[in-house]
């Protein structure tokens, strides 16, 4: 029962009567010819309204697609007949549906002067039940798969919550613990330095030098990565700065610090200037800096990036792609790890993704990545959308 046109397929090449209700207000939105054959109606005039045709034997009950039962089908004609109605299965794709048959009951069978006849109407009626229990069986199998999807998917959720809350920790007590030695560290190399310029013998200055170049270099790489893991202790944490800005304004201020970077770049950036967001501007730039400075390095520094968004009312979506080289299926459910990095050592800390997945996170949204090896990458976030005032 999979596929977007399996309902379809099922409709239009089964022999029995079948309509197709959107499964929300229960319109007909597909329905066989074998339908008006059997209610006397042209298919325009079913297709697109409720099955006003089918009427319950009680109206007292509500009505409930979900269960088999009997009802009542009246043709144009006002003519009554006895129907059964049973569910043969509920669709999502594409979008939420419900498959029902409808079988005209043959009430001469259930007259007692034809033994044979109605021991025939009795399997029919048993083969009925049985058809309801196994399409019941059915939706509680859909419905006990979908919830085992969502509970994984909490679980997951609070896993990575409960890391996350557990690696800030990491990350703010051994910044605090590096913090002192490695200012000590530089100012000692700073005076070396110095002291190496002072000396007579040039061969050992300039061997002095060239170490405390290399020291420098590398207390410099320390410091960088003790930056981000101080980003990433604070990720999400500046409540006091979330206020409404415009998407357009802070993703252009955003791509003015990284001009030196965009030089070879072709840039395509469509954002209505009346999309407003409700963020920590600093936190946020951090996020677009990231990602197109992520995408930079998919392209080689000379590609395509391209950043899109638009507003349903509901939910901003932003999204930021690349003609790079992709991301292989085999690591992509990584990317979003803490120290995961596919740079090469020394040109990432694996850091900016998390961080950035941290504090889209803490405004309640949502930010999620699709990519094909060898084509591009696409990164989407999803934030909740804020309604647009005039200054």
């Keep these: 029962m999979s596929g977007s046109g399996w309902i379809y397929r099922f409709v239009f090449e089964s022999g029995a009567p079948i309509i197709v209700l959107d499964a929300n207000d229960l319109s007909v939105i597909a329905a066989n010819p ?53 569910v043969l299965c509920m669709e999502k794709v594409p979008r939420p549906a419900v498959v029902l048959r409808i079988d005209v009951v043959d009430t001469k069978l259930s007259s007692p002067a034809n033994p044979l006849e109605s021991k025939h109407a009795a399997l029919q009626r048993a083969h009925q039940k049985l058809q309801m229990a196994y399409n019941q069986h059915e939706l509680l199998i ?12 909490v679980y997951q959720r609070l896993s990575y919550a409960s890391k996350m809350a557990t690696i800030g920790e990491l990350a703010a007590g051994t910044t605090h613990g590096i913090n002192n030695p490695l200012a000590a560290a530089v100012s000692a190399n700073r005076e070396i330095t110095s002291i190496a310029a002072s ?35 604070k ?28 030089k070879n770049v072709t840039l395509e950036v469509h954002i209505p200037e009346s999309i407003k967001v409700r963020v920590a501007p600093d936190e946020f730039m951090q996020v677009v800096m ?48 803490p120290f995961f990095s596919t740079k090469s050592p020394g040109q990432g800390s694996g850091i900016g993704l998390n ?10 949204g949502t930010i999620e990545v699709s990519s094909h090896d060898g084509v591009g990458s696409t990164f989407t976030i999803q934030l909740p959308a804020e309604e647009y005032h005039e200054e």
Excluded: M
């Design 355 to 364: 961080v950035a997945r941290s504090i889209i996170e803490s405004y309640a």
């Design 34 to 86: 074998q339908i008006s054959d059997l209610t006397g109606l042209e298919l325009e005039k079913i297709l697109g309204h409720p099955p006003d045709f089918l009427k319950q034997e009680n109206p007292k009950i509500k009505t409930d697609w979900r269960r088999h039962q009997s009802a009542v089908l009246l043709d144009k004609n006002g003519k009554q007949k006895e129907v059964e109605v049973t």
């Design 290 to 337: 990231n990602l197109v400075d992520n995408a930079v390095f998919a392209t080689g520094g000379d590609g395509t990036i391209a950043i899109h968004a638009v507003d349903d009312g509901q939910n901003v979506k932003v999204t930021f792609e690349d003609d790079g080289a992709g991301i292989p299926a085999d690591i992509i459910d990584h990317i979003f790890d």
């Design 235 to 262: 990720a999400g944490s500046r409540r006091d700065d979330i206020r409404e800005v415009s998407l357009c304004k802070e993703v252009g201020l955003a791509l003015d610090l990284l001009k030196h970077r965009l």
């Design 199 to 233: 000396i007579d013998d040039a061969d050992t200055s300039r061997k002095l030098a060239s170490l405390c170049s290399r020291t420098d270099t590398a207390l410099k790489r320390i410091e960088g990565i003790v930056s981000d893991l101080r980003s990433l202790a």
């Design 142 to 153: 859909d419905e006990l798969n979908a919830k085992n999807r969502e509970l994984k998917q």
